[in-house]
């Protein structure tokens, strides 16, 4: 850990202050608008293995959930049953795309680079 | 729906859009679905199945969107069209706000689009009922009183929360030595490319 906090910084051309700071905001994300269901899973996700979030960061909604989706879109009117299983297909695309945001964000800190808020 | 549509033209169009949905900007190598290929016209209000009607949407995004072109801007209440992405240069309508988690609209097109996108959802469930948001028409036939949506943020301003930065990801897989999931290189290399614009997407 030495080592990389002499490395990274060099590597990325960044004040050591700020790059640990990365660090630390990848190990601690921010979880405002992150459902409360969700929110022990993504700090869990930190200690998995970069192979690990490679394939989570590689998921998508199943083919059918897709279709679904894009079909309910499309309709003009919705039964009450419909539109709840248009939310429930909203939330599972959610949780898809959190769970993928944080292992690229993971992925990103691990390689040495920042988050989006030091690009920003 | 995108399965009606020719593969070739799906492909220009998604370059076109630089595999960001046209709404949020949401990049497809981080969301958590294919992204759709969407009739800004709805084919239930006559859209025609035409280059120039064509964009990339989210899944969350065209779920809110449904088969609407226009919606109340919620500073006046007057109903306005949506924002058109492939004619409409999105940061005239738009800004990130709170650090670039939040989009919040400029113009009546920007808002009501931001309105009825859901485009500044947050997770607190009592802001899901606020009179801005309840107001929204829905498509013709569907109740107004319909229930609350769940307590879920929008996925762009978590994951923007997050941390992403989408630049590091080719660099990550140098490094790692490994190949990319099948179908996520190029996800990738596009947002390489198209992520340092993305505050001014359309120039």
């Known amino acids: ?120 | 729906m995108s399965e009606a549509i020719p593969r070739a033209l799906r492909e220009r169009v998604a370059e076109e859009a630089r595999h960001r949905c046209g709404y949020c900007l949401t990049d497809q190598g981080v969301s958590g679905a294919q992204m759709h290929i969407e009739h800004i016209v709805p084919r239930a209000r006559g859209g025609r199945t035409l280059r120039s009607n064509l964009w990339l949407s989210c899944g969350w995004c065209n779920s809110f969107k449904r088969t609407r072109i226009a919606a109340p801007d919620p500073a006046t209440g007057v109903e306005v069209v949506l924002f058109n992405p492939r004619e409409q240069d999105w940061s005239q309508h738009f800004r990130w706000v709170d650090g670039g988690t939040r989009i919040v609209g400029l113009t009546p097109t920007g808002r009501a689009t931001v309105e009825a996108l859901r485009l500044k959802m947050s997770r607190a469930p009592s802001e899901h009922s606020s009179a801005a948001e309840t107001s929204i028409p829905l498509p013709a036939g569907e109740r107004q009183d319909r229930p609350q949506a769940p307590a879920w943020s929008r996925p762009p301003a978590a994951t923007r929360r997050l941390g992403v930065d989408l630049r590091a990801q080719g660099p990550v897989l140098h490094q790692l030595g490994t190949q990319p999931v099948s179908g996520m290189r190029r996800s990738w290399e596009t947002a390489a490319r198209a992520r340092p614009q993305a505050h001014l997407p359309r120039g």
Do not use: F, N
């Open chain 1, 1 to 120: 850990m030495i080592r990389r906090a002499g490395w990274a910084p060099r590597a990325v051309h960044q004040p050591v202050e700020d790059v640990i700071a990365a660090i630390l905001d990848g190990v601690l994300p921010a979880l405002d608008d992150v459902p409360a269901d969700m929110q022990a899973e993504l700090v869990e996700m930190t200690w998995l293995d970069d192979v690990a979030l490679l394939a989570i960061a590689g998921a998508l909604l199943s083919e059918a959930d897709r279709r679904r989706l894009v079909e309910l879109s499309g309709r003009d009117s919705l039964s009450d049953a419909e539109r709840k299983e248009l939310d429930g297909l909203r939330e599972r695309y959610g949780k898809v795309t959190l769970r993928k945001a944080r292992a690229l964000a993971l992925l990103s800190v691990r390689s040495g680079k920042g988050s989006l808020a030091q690009a920003a």
